[in-house]
T-cell receptor, first 112, second 114 residues
Framework: KAGVTQTPRYLIKTRGQQVTLSCSPISGHRSVSWYQQTPGQGLQFLFEYFSETQRNKGNFPGRFSGRQFSNSRSEMNVSTLELGDSALYLC???????????FGSGTQLSVL | EDQVTQSPEALRLQEGESSSLNCSYTVSGLRGLFWYRQDPGKGPEFLFTLYSAGEEKEKERLKATLTKKESFLHITAPKPEDSATYLCAVHPGEGSSNTGKLIFGQGTTLQVKP
C-alpha cells in the first residue's frame, strides 16, 4: 500500500513569488492535513480538508491556502513568499478526522 | 489554551541505558494522545495512540503510558537505531477551539551511542 506522496521534495523560491505544493494521500483516506515544521516553532497546523471541504484552519495568514480534489489529492499554495516561510511542509492523511496521521516526507521550501 | 510540553529537549544515552521521555499536556477534553518518531529529512512515523488514563501500549523496546496530565515514552535497552526525534501530540476534544487539530510538542531528540 503506497504511503503519502508529496511533490516536489525540494523547492527554492525568491521573496514575492508564489508556490504550490502537492500531496497524494493513502488510497482510501479522505482527510488531508498540512503542517509547517521549523526548528524554532516545531510542527504547526495549517489546515485540514475532508471530502473537499476545509474543516479546520490554523493561525496562518491568508497567503496560505489549500484545496482538496474529488480524488482526495490536495494542494497548498503560498502567495507572496516571505523569508520566514522557509520550512518543511508536511502533508498527512487519515481515513477520517481525529485518527492517527500518516505523514509524507515533506517538501523542503527555501525562500531566498 | 491547549498546550503540549516535552522534556528533555535532547537526550544522549549509551546503548542499553534505559530512560523515559516526558510529554505534559493541558487540553480541553483529551480525545487522544499520539507518539511519533521522526528521522532527519523524513516525516513523522506513527508509534502509538493512547486514549485514557492508565492505558499502556508497547512496541519492541518502546512503551507508552498515559496519566491525566502527562504521558511517558519508556525506552528499554535502546540501540543506536532508536536515535531520532520523538514527538508527542494531543487531539483536543469538545469545548476546545482546536478540536480536529493535532497539537504537537517540540519533540525530544534522542541520540543512542554504541
Amino acid at each position: 500500500k503506497a504511503g503519502v506522496t508529496q511533490t516536489p521534495r525540494y523547492l527554492i523560491k525568491t521573496r514575492g513569488q508564489q508556490v504550490t505544493l502537492s500531496c497524494s494521500p493513502i488510497s482510501g483516506h479522505r482527510s488531508v492535513s498540512w503542517y509547517q515544521q521549523t526548528p524554532g516553532q516545531g510542527l504547526q497546523f495549517l489546515f485540514e480538508y475532508f471530502s473537499e471541504t476545509q474543516r479546520n484552519k490554523g493561525n496562518f495568514p491568508g497567503r496560505f491556502s489549500g484545496r482538496q480534489f474529488s480524488n482526495s489529492r490536495s494542494e497548498m499554495n503560498v502567495s507572496t513568499l516571505e523569508l520566514g516561510d522557509s520550512a518543511l511542509y508536511l502533508c498527512a492523511s487519515s481515513f477520517t478526522q481525529g485518527e492517527k496521521l500518516f505523514f509524507g516526507s515533506g517538501t523542503q521550501l527555501s525562500v531566498l | 489554551e491547549d498546550q503540549v510540553t516535552q522534556s528533555p529537549e535532547a537526550l544522549r544515552l549509551q546503548e542499553g541505558e534505559s530512560s523515559s521521555l516526558n510529554c505534559s499536556y493541558t487540553v480541553s477534553g483529551l480525545r487522544g494522545l499520539f507518539w511519533y518518531r521522526q528521522d532527519p529529512g523524513k516525516g513523522p512515523e506513527f508509534l502509538f495512540t493512547l486514549y485514557s488514563a492508565g492505558e499502556e501500549k508497547e512496541k519492541e523496546r518502546l512503551k507508552a503510558t498515559l496519566t491525566k496530565k502527562e504521558s511517558f515514552l519508556h525506552i528499554t535497552a535502546p540501540k543506536p537505531e532508536d536515535s531520532a526525534t520523538y514527538l508527542c501530540a494531543v487531539h483536543p476534544g469538545e469545548g476546545s477551539s482546536n478540536t480536529g487539530k493535532l497539537i504537537f510538542g517540540q519533540g525530544t531528540t534522542l541520540q543512542v551511542k554504541p
